[in-house]
């Protein structure tokens, strides 16, 4: 009997020894990107659990990805405008872009200091300071493997920015976590010598609709609501030679922004309606 119990835990061993090997411990681990704005602001991420044999937990690792968002790279650029407009003596255009960059965000450097003093008759001191448009630049934690440059939920807008467009050539695409953007260059010198086109995911409509409102109105503040294909939205101008239609398609804004070379920005409305309306057709 002694024998028999003996010869069984042997055999019970060997079992669970083939076992271990065949069927390696299993244990959860979290992997994906975190994306951070310069400016301190959470952007998201696509951070998930996964179950992975033991031995390979190391090879999977949290990033964090560090980016100006399209909201901030507005309000750099009308910042540094306005600190030009500031040392050039012009504090009307440059009190105009200010309020811009506090529509944008109203803690942005210097801009709350530079509005008072404005609106007290006083000229403020330029921030020479001003950063140029940030670098992005990526921390990683952990393991390795490519961080991705674009949440996977921004996929499903990529055809909003085609890869032909009829009377442009398409450069290349810039993906950011919560942005996508594509400059075109005009087959045939015009009106117009560059179009942009950007979608934002906001997450919901009521943010889409808040975005436009708050942000591309203050952008491009000369003009008017606007409905093309069945999308409410915003036409203007912004004073520098750019005009730009925002439309609310659900959870995205999409923008269309021409520069104007000779005409008036205000007459391109028809060029990025007819534009619009082939993209979303």
Partial sequence: MKRWLAVFLAASLAIAAIAFVAFPRKVQVTSGTRYVCTYGES??????????????AGKYTIATKTITCARHRQAEQLYLKAQQEIQSGDLKSALKDLKAVVALDAAFRQAPSQISLINGGKKPKADT??????????KTSGGGGDI????????????????????????????EPLTLGRDYVPSNAGRYDQLVIMVQQC?????????????LKSAYPEGKNVTVSGLAGWFGTNGTGFAALSLVKGEIVITFELHATGAKPASLESDLRSIAE???R
């Fill in 43 to 56: 952007l998201g991420s696509d951070v998930h659990t996964l179950e992975v044999p033991q031995g390979d």
């Fill in 129 to 138: 300071g001003a950063p140029q448009p940030s670098a992005d630049t990526t």
């Fill in 148 to 175: 991705p440059s674009t949440s996977p939920a921004m996929d499903t807008y990529r055809n909003l920015l085609p890869d032909r467009l009829p009377g442009f050539t398409a450069e290349a695409l810039n993906a």
């Fill in 203 to 215: 997450g919901s409509v009521a943010r889409s609709q808040a975005t436009v409102k708050g942000q």
């Fill in 278 to 280: 082939g993209v979303l």
